[in-house]
């Protein structure tokens, strides 16, 4: 803390965060119950008591270039165990919804993300591009015989639209990437510079989900989120994978079944509806242990979970043979898969990127256990 | 000796008695004291044996020695009305820590049954010191203490006279905009102190005196005699018990400079902020405006080794409840709490949450460095905080959250015509206050009970629950002094002491000595007793190097001739024998203790029960050496800061005393190390064995007394 | 102008020290009294303390004096083994019903202990907290008030073995003693049921009951205790080894809205005072206490600045949430942060005394009177004539709650306000 600057809480950041889903964090008492039975945290300051003092007081520079608001993984444990009814896991949850908004480069398009009235907006776009490719690739008009999408949205056509939402998504995650690190650097004690080990460290805890595996009030959720976590690898392997084979293989989609890479596709879109479908179950069924779902949350989860049962229903409306409802719903699926990756530095999907991000700045500052 | 009233002597065999001394030969005891023989009976406790006794007591046994268990047992059962004495002689427990069938243990009990004869023999039924008395209570102070007691004994049917200062009632509670909700839930609450007032005012049994101040209080319980300056003129009254209740004094802000205390306009205490809040809307001093943000600063002065080094209990909840004033105020409004430690005990912690759960009240553990005044505001800085490391914060205005001196810290209030001073006696950082955890109304001036702030830092609510009970102790102590009878720790006790004032040398020991203060003196210094201040706890008789003061069943006289009746064998016999000087409260339940626990002791000790080692006269020890007797251990209370002495002083003093002790032992050609004073506690049962085996060494070290052969 | 004495007696319930110093104030100021114990023996929680804060001194020398008052007072009535069933009627003019447990040991009862010595039962002694045994016939201390002996029901197999009535020569046993009712006419009734402690065993994460090193703070008294199971000598209950670390965990269920919402007030000075103990016993242990505020009100400050100053004591600010045994060591593996230093701490102990909190033992009613949501009763809530003392009002420490009672005495002997 510098010296010479004046503390001065942000009332208006205080009630922001409640409605974000930090409702609880005046009961807050300062016991540190929380940080004794957190088992994700480190011990060298540790969370979440500090956080929740920040998070009383308004001081959201403090709270939102903070590496360990995105060490929490929303185990719930300490909202448990809080003798006052306080809900850390669900105040830190929020710090990192409106961390959403803050990080986001350009701003608005975190704004919109949070407001439920710009969601309408946000899928307009996609939709919107997505029919007027169709209507450029072939008026709108579905291919007779046999169901092949890329007779619908030949590759090109498909590759000209993600692949700069895909650029789009890249480079505003690096600008937004770089507002936390300079940030973080900003706030806390360190070099500041990531570090291989750390990077190493955070990738393998992230594949082993060991943060996950700590959690006790949550423990399910280890069980959905990696399932959704490596089901959607292999869903992001296949697609490169398609483009591989038609660049450099020139073969056509659709693959056979027995092929190698349909298997991973298929296995993997199974793997994330189940994934999703439990997450979702736990959320509705024990609010208590999951924590609070907030709108960001429920945005990302169910925009996901769209994804995934209109790629399956694509799927077998084609093997199926039903053109009149093959092509309608692949569409639906490409406006979500948009959703997901033009967005994703705004929506909750980028938790994944900051979330890493703060693992490796821990991790290079001798923040590890 | 032949005595109107001979005493009689019952020897029970139960509990082991019979079985391990030859109980035909101790009842051949009382015969050497001009006493008929001993009888015996199987179980004198029981209903047959009671049955028993109630024969000899109607056939004319006037006084009874019953020499089976402790006094400590069945006082109720062998009570047979106010006519006949009753002295109890120990012998069970002394011979649970003995061997039984033991030459020694012989010696022992009949040792013991001698002084219990010589003690009966030495004693006469107390009478009763009774005086016609007043029974107003005098109440000095009135806040909210005051006033509670006063209504408290104007409900209990006494008349109250109520002495005031200030120009209206209602002390430190006027002043206040609300209280803190007792049950700690909800909003804050009316003080309802000035419809108190009223009731007090126009209560039929209360004589008010506002403007007024006590000039002079002399005399006893049931017998004050009070001068009260009032607007009027000076006037005298009686009393028969006060209660003071002066109440506190906020720290003085200007000490606090370091927190801005006395040099920003914007820095007040708390105590001006609820004047202010009670006013109307908040406004800083310096400018009037309503401020947006206020600091508290807790512990302004408390817990603070150079202004107060004790916490002063209502402060954490006072800046909680000004918080509210400020936050329904202003719903913008920031409020900062600066605390060390939150102190909210009780249900209080209810509050603490609910202020905690206010989004515009900012608290932190922390240590307040500095408060200063910067661009028309305050400016505070705070170390080791929650929010990691130093923060500096500013705020519209600071409110300091003074802890309270109370208002004896300098006198004034009492006025006491009393030779040991004018004022309660105070007892750490100037609160006139007992140390008694089990006994908090112990009061050193008898008839005087200090309640509310004044006596430690308290709250109302407490204040309130302390003035009943200041309440009923003093109008306790003047049903009791009515029938004579003393107050705590004696309570009930109807002896008090005669002083043979024709040998009196004005040495002023007992004046000085007296722990609460019973002699005032003349202007030649002759002591003048005020009997109903008396607690009987003879300090005054074992202070006084003449003698002269006795009680009429506990005197020099009769301590001596029970030294004397101890059997000292002949040097050649090596049976050596230790006399214990022992107090009642402590070292004789510990006795007792390790005689339930079937502990060992030598049984060459003779243990004499005191009321308290205060009591101790210097000539018993002269006495025992001249018997014969080899040692001497004298066993009191602890005694110092955190003395245990239910007399306060009486263990302490009975040490000074030993200073002396040289001297005698000198001229004696006596080994100092003769006579040890022990502190005991009522635990110590186990240490006992220990203590006395090793006092056993010294003696066998320094060898037999040499007065043993000229001793009869 | 002498304020006659009421006509029927003041009833105390519950012989702790409130109620015994409601009983004696309330007596000496004239009026007959009726002090009701469920219990065998009078003195409640205090009598099973080591030492009272802040004078480190005996809580039976107090307890002592006062049963001397209670002996001496012909005007005070002691029913022990007693359960209050029902209270009606108004003030001046109220009958209680009381239950007398089955009084198998009379007022013969010389407290000689054969009885004791040829009983062949033994049973858990609640007097330690369960930490060893007492025969089925016992007295819980040897200055136990009354001076008799009391028969657990539960454990004394009854008149087939009947060994002691045997023994006994006073004729001091009846095991054929059956309950009996008394229904006692009050002039006005002082509630003083005092308090239990916290069970332990609800505050998951902290071991109590899972390993015998986490003990509870009334658990300590009884250990440091010469009459207690070890003697006074602090060892490790599991194996009796010597203490070198012992931490004390503050607010363990009190401050907790799932546990205890209130401040049991006196836990704060009690770990302190337990510090001493160790200090006593075991000079060279290392002592902790974990506080997240410590509460030493008044002049009780001194006490804590005096006993932070010891060698090897160390206050820390922290909650500690979880604690687990030690299969290497034997001993206790405590979590906390120490907030003020910015770390997580772990910490191998060998004794861990968790600082439950009290609970109003009545929390449930007597006699059909109610308590507040908290176990709690207030004076507001209690009819005229019916006041309520001690613990059973608020959490308060031994010295408050015996202001508590006098003032009690006073409402209940002369009527006042509540």
Same mark, same amino acid.
């Given at each position: ?47 979440? +008591? ?10 959201? %520079? ?12 929303? $185990? ?73 999408? =890329? ?203 900051? +979330? ?14 | ?90 012998? +069970? ?84 905009? +609300? ?9 804050? !609450? ?25 000039? =002079? ?57 609820? %004047? ?38 209502? $402060? $954490? ?87 309270? %001196? ?137 202070? $006084? ?73 210097? !000539? ?34 009975? @040490? ?57 | ?186 002039? =006005? ?26 003990? @509870? ?53 009690? =770990? ?147």
């Amino acid at each position: 803390m510098n010296n010479t600057e004046y503390l001065e809480p942000d009332l208006a950041f205080v009630a922001r965060l409640k409605r974000a889903g930090g409702e609880s964090v005046k009961k807050c008492f300062q016991c540190a119950t929380c940080v004794a039975v957190c088992d994700v945290t480190q011990s060298d300051r540790p969370f979440p +008591r500090k956080e929740m003092i920040w998070a009383q007081w308004g001081l959201k %520079e403090k709270l939102f270039y903070n590496p360990d608001v995105w060490l929490c993984h929303q $185990c719930g444990d300490c909202s448990t165990h809080c003798p006052r009814g306080a809900k850390p896991s669900d105040v830190l949850a929020a710090v990192r919804n409106l961390s959403f908004i803050e990080y986001a480069v350009p701003g608005f398009l975190g704004k919109m993300h949070s407001s439920p009235a710009a969601l309408v907006a946000l899928f307009a776009l996609p939709a919107a591009v997505l029919l007027l490719a169709a209507i450029y690739a072939n008026g709108l008009v579905m291919p007779e015989g046999e169901i092949v999408y =890329s007779r619908f949205f030949p590759l090109a056509v498909i590759d000209s639209i993600f692949i700069p939402a895909a650029l789009f998504a890249l480079i505003t995650s690096i600008l937004s990437l770089k507002k936390l690190w300079s940030g973080m650097k900003r706030n806390s004690p360190g070099k500041g510079d990531p570090d291989a080990a750390a990077v190493f460290g955070a990738v393998k805890d992230i594949l082993l989900h060991k943060k996950f595996a700590q959690c006790r009030t949550n423990r399910p959720r280890y069980t959905g989120h990696l399932l959704i976590f490596f089901g959607f690898l292999a869903l992001f392997a296949t697609t490169n994978l398609v483009m591989m084979y038609h660049y450099l293989l020139g073969r056509e989609t659709p693959l056979a079944l027995g092929d190698p890479v349909k298997l991973l596709g298929n296995a993997g879109a199974l793997a994330a509806f189940a994934g999703v479908s439990y997450i979702i179950a736990r959320r509705l069924a024990a609010p208590d242990e999951t924590g609070k779902t907030s709108y960001q949350d429920w945005t990302f989860i169910l925009t996901l979970y769209a994804a995934i049962i209109t790629g399956i229903l694509a799927e077998s409306a084609r093997l199926a043979d039903i053109p009149a409802a093959a092509y309608p719903v692949y569409f639906t699926h490409l406006v979500f898969v948009f959703f997901l990756i033009a967005y994703l530095p705004f929506s909750k999907f980028a938790h994944m990127l900051y +979330r890493t991000a703060a693992m490796i700045y821990a991790g290079s500052n001798g923040k590890n256990n | 000796m032949t005595q109107v009233n001979a005493p009689r002597v019952y020897i029970c065999t139960g509990c082991d008695i019979g079985a391990s001394v030859d109980v035909d030969k101790l009842c051949k005891i009382p015969a050497e004291f001009g006493v008929p023989q001993a009888k015996r009976h199987p179980f004198l406790c029981g209903e047959e044996g009671l049955q028993y006794l109630r024969k000899e007591v109607a056939e004319g046994a006037g006084r009874i020695l019953i020499a089976a268990c402790s006094g400590r047992v069945y006082a109720d059962r062998f009570d047979f009305g106010k006519d006949v004495m009753v002295e109890r002689t120990a012998l +069970r427990e002394a011979l649970w820590v003995s061997t039984p069938n033991d030459p020694d243990t012989q010696l022992l009990a009949e040792d013991y049954l001698k002084m219990g004869i010589v003690k009966l023999q030495k004693s006469e039924k107390p009478e009763p010191y009774i005086h016609q008395l007043d029974d107003t209570i005098l109440v000095v102070g009135g806040g909210i203490t005051g006033m509670t007691a006063a209504l408290a004994a104007t409900d209990a049917g006494k008349r109250v006279r109520l002495v005031e200062k200030e120009a209206v009632l209602g002390g430190f509670v006027r002043k206040l905009k +609300r209280r803190f909700p007792i049950d700690g839930t909800g909003n804050p !609450v009316e003080t309802n102190i000035v419809a108190m007032a009223e009731e007090v005012k126009n209560h039929p049994a209360v004589a008010l005196h506002l403007s007024s101040e006590v000039v =002079s209080i002399s005399g006893q319980p049931g017998e004050f005699d009070v001068r009260i300056k009032t607007p009027e003129g000076e006037i005298a009254v009686r009393a028969g018990a006060i209660v003071q209740a002066t109440g506190f004094r906020p720290y003085d802000i200007s000490k606090l400079g370091h927190l801005g205390g006395g040099t920003v306009d914007n820095v007040i205490t708390s105590a001006r902020f609820e %004047e202010i809040a009670a006013s109307g809307r908040i406004r800083r001093p310096s400018d009037s405006k309503e401020p947006s943000s206020v600091a508290f600063i807790q512990c302004a002065g408390s817990r603070d080794e150079k202004h107060l080094p004790y916490c002063s209990s209502f $402060c $954490c909840m006072t800046s909680l409840k000004q918080a509210r004033y400020i936050r329904e105020q202003n719903p913008d409004a920031k409020v900062y709490i600066f605390y060390r430690d939150m102190r909210t005990p009780g249900k209080y912690e209810l509050f603490y949450k609910q202020m905690q759960d206010d989004d515009g009240v900012f608290m932190t553990k922390g240590d307040v460095v500095s408060v200063a005044g910067v661009d028309g505001g305050v400016e505070i800085v705070v170390n080791n905080t929650l929010l990691g490391g130093t923060i500096r914060v500013k705020a519209d205005m600071a409110v300091l959250a003074v802890g309270m %001196e109370s208002a004896a810290k300098n006198g004034g209030a009492l006025h006491l015509a009393y030779r040991q001073g004018p004022e309660l006696p105070e007892l750490n950082y100037g609160f006139p206050d007992s140390h008694f955890v089990c006994f908090p109304y112990e009061t050193r001036r008898t008839g005087i009970y200090a309640a509310g702030a004044v006596r430690h830092p308290m709250d109302a609510a407490q204040s309130e629950t302390d003035a009943a009970g200041a309440a009923l102790k003093a109008i306790q102590c003047i049903t009791l002094a009515a029938a004579g009878k003393s107050a705590h720790p004696r309570s009930g006790d109807t002896s008090y002491p005669d002083i043979a004032f024709e040998r009196c040398t004005q040495c002023k020991r007992c004046t000085e000595e007296c722990p609460y203060g019973m002699y005032d003196e003349d202007a030649k210094g002759t002591p003048q007793p005020n009997p109903l201040r008396c607690r009987r706890c003879g300090t005054c008789m074992g202070a $006084c190097p003449q003698r002269i003061i006795s009680f009429k069943n506990y005197s020099v006289d009769m301590f001596s001739a029970m030294i004397k009746a101890i059997g000292v064998p002949g040097e050649e016999e090596n049976r050596p024998r230790v006399l214990i000087l022992a107090c009642e409260n402590d070292s004789m339940p510990a006795f007792e203790m390790a005689a339930k626990l079937r502990l060992k002791l030598s049984p060459h000790i003779r243990v004499i029960g005191l009321r308290c080692l205060g009591s101790m006269n210097m !000539v018993w020890l002269n006495d025992a050496f001249a018997k014969g007797l080899d040692g001497v251990l004298l066993f009191g209370c602890k005694f110092g800061d955190e003395y245990q002495c239910h007399n306060m002083k009486g263990s302490e003093l009975a @040490s000074e005393r030993l200073s002396k002790l040289e001297e005698t032992l000198g001229r004696m050609s006596l080994e100092p190390e003769r006579v040890r004073f022990v502190p005991i506690a009522i635990d110590d049962a186990y240490a006992l064995p220990g203590i006395i085996g090793d006092f056993m060494k010294v003696i066998e070290r320094v060898g037999p007394n040499p007065f043993k052969e000229f001793a009869d | 102008m002498a304020t006659p004495a009421p006509k029927n007696p003041v009833v105390v319930i519950g012989g702790g020290i409130a109620g015994i110093t409601a009983a004696v104030e309330a007596a000496e100021c004239g009026a007959n009294v009726i002090l009701l114990e469920k219990r065998a023996h009078l003195g409640g929680r205090v009598a099973r303390m080591h030492k009272y804060f802040p004078k480190l001194c005996a809580p039976y020398c107090g307890l002592e004096l006062n049963f001397r008052r209670i002996r001496e007072n012909p005007a005070i009535a002691v029913h022990t083994r007693a359960e209050v069933a029902e209270i009606k009627g108004q003030y001046g003019d109220f009958t209680v019903k009381v239950r007398l447990q089955p009084q198998m040991v009379n007022a013969n009862c010389t407290a000689c202990g054969k009885c004791a010595e040829v009983c062949p039962v033994e049973r858990q002694d609640h007097y330690n907290y369960g930490m060893g045994t007492t025969k089925a016939i016992y007295m819980p201390h040897p200055m136990a008030f009354p001076q008799r002996y009391n028969i657990s029901q539960k454990a004394c197999i009854g008149k087939e073995c009947g060994k002691c009535v045997q023994v006994c020569e006073y004729g001091a046993i009846n095991l054929d003693a059956r309950e009996t009712v008394l229904e006692l006419k009050a002039h =006005s009734i002082v509630v003083a049921t005092g308090w239990d402690p916290y069970n332990g065993a609800k505050l998951q994460g902290l071991s109590f009951g899972v390993s015998p090193n986490v003990i @509870s703070n009334v658990m300590m008294e009884r250990l440091a205790s010469p009459e207690g199971p070890a003697k006074g000598k602090l060892v490790r209950p599991s194996d009796g080894k010597e203490v070198r670390d012992v931490v004390f965990a503050q607010c363990a269920g009190s401050r907790d809205e799932n546990h205890l919402p209130y401040c049991s007030s006196v836990c704060c000075l009690a =770990s302190l005072k337990q510090a001493a103990y160790v200090r006593e016993a075991a000079p060279d242990a290392k002592i902790f206490i974990y506080y997240i505020d410590i509460r030493t009100p008044g002049k009780y400050e001194r006490f804590y600045r005096k006993i932070a100053a010891e060698p090897n004591v160390t206050l820390i600010k922290g909650k500690i949430a979880k604690a687990e045994h030690d299969p290497e060591t034997g001993g206790v593996i405590i979590t906390a942060e120490d907030v003020l230093a910015g770390k997580k701490i772990t910490r191998k102990t060998d004794l861990l005394v968790i600082a439950t909190g009290m609970q109003p033992a009545a929390q449930n009613g007597v006699g059909g009177l109610k308590a507040d949501e908290n176990g709690f009763f207030t004076n507001a809530a209690l009819a005229r004539g019916i006041y309520a003392a001690g613990t059973a009002r608020l959490p308060q420490d031994v010295s408050s709650s015996i202001m508590d009672a006098t003032a009690a005495a006073l409402k209940a002997v002369y009527g006042g306000r509540p």
